[in-house]
């Protein structure tokens, strides 16, 4: 079997320099908190766990202490609460989603209805609505979803980081029969695109694709479908345990590739556990 990993795996920019705030801040100040899970990845959650970095659920549950915000950026409500109440805030949204939050303000002080392309219920989406004037803002997931959308006179789309650019692209073609004005932001994050371009790739070269990342992970759940839809074989798993060597009998051509909150290192054992059973690295 020949193993075939695309050129950038591992974790993006945003990421990194979220984990490494958060790394440095426990050094300096034994009680750091964030609204959830740092990055949706498992293995890193428990590793910040391990060194005593606490997620919580809302503010009412810390008086004092540095409060994280994690790099899908968070609902300016809660920044400013977390000030009030005096917490530290170290604020480590990613600089893509903080342009898909300023690019949706200037848009609802122009009166226009924001239309955002991506999950109503992920942390990022909820963050870029909370940027939004009350009921001027639709979600949708996929074109169907559209139809559920009245006509609009004056409409602005703009995309989730992670979201699959043919997706967006089929909601934006709709959306432009169903609005008189319409102006269109493509957001998706530049590192989900090459990741997006490089599985493209990939997928011609190999007979299967093994996506490596949390099962909570929006941007590896979007490699994950993206594989089936070029009709490769696909297997998502979170860890080297959850890969079953019985399902590679007979394959040739495998390719591993991860979502931007997998660590390398998680990609690395899934590769040594193919090259322990025969297979070959390129
Ligand atoms: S995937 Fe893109 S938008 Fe998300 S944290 Fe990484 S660099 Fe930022």
Request: aromatic share 4%; proline share 2%.
């Amino acid at each position: 079997m020949q193993i075939f990993l695309p050129e950038k795996i591992g974790l993006c920019f945003g990421v990194k320099r979220a984990l490494k705030l958060t790394l440095d801040e426990i050094k300096r100040n034994r009680k750091v908190y964030i609204l959830g899970d740092l990055i949706h990845n498992p293995q890193v959650a428990e590793n910040l766990r391990r060194r005593g970095i606490k997620s919580i659920g809302n503010l009412s549950q810390i008086k004092e202490g540095t409060l994280i915000i994690r790099s899908h950026g968070e609902d300016p409500s809660v920044i400013r609460e977390a000030r009030k109440r005096k917490l530290r805030v170290l604020d480590a949204t990613c600089p893509y989603v903080l342009k898909v939050q300023k690019i949706v303000r200037s848009l609802s002080q122009e009166s226009y209805r924001v239309i955002i392309v991506g999950t109503d219920t992920h942390p990022e989406v909820r963050g870029v609505i909370a940027n939004v004037k009350k009921g001027r803002v639709y979600v949708v997931k996929n074109s169907q979803e559209t139809e559920k959308l009245p006509f609009l006179k004056k409409a602005g789309i703009v995309a989730q980081t992670t979201e699959n650019i043919e997706n967006f692209s089929r909601i934006v073609k709709r959306l432009i029969e169903k609005t008189s004005e319409c102006r269109v932001f493509n957001t998706i994050c530049r590192i989900i695109r090459e990741r997006q371009e490089e599985i493209r790739k990939l997928a011609r070269e190999v007979e299967a694709v093994i996506v490596v990342g949390g099962y909570n992970s929006s941007n590896t759940h979007q490699l994950v479908k993206l594989c089936q839809s070029l009709e490769v074989k696909t297997c998502f798993v979170e860890k080297e345990e959850d890969l079953s060597m019985k399902e590679w009998k007979g394959i040739k051509r495998v390719g591993i590739t991860g979502g931007t909150s997998t660590p390398e290192e998680v990609i690395e054992k899934i590769k040594n556990k193919l090259l322990n059973q025969g297979g070959k690295g390129t």
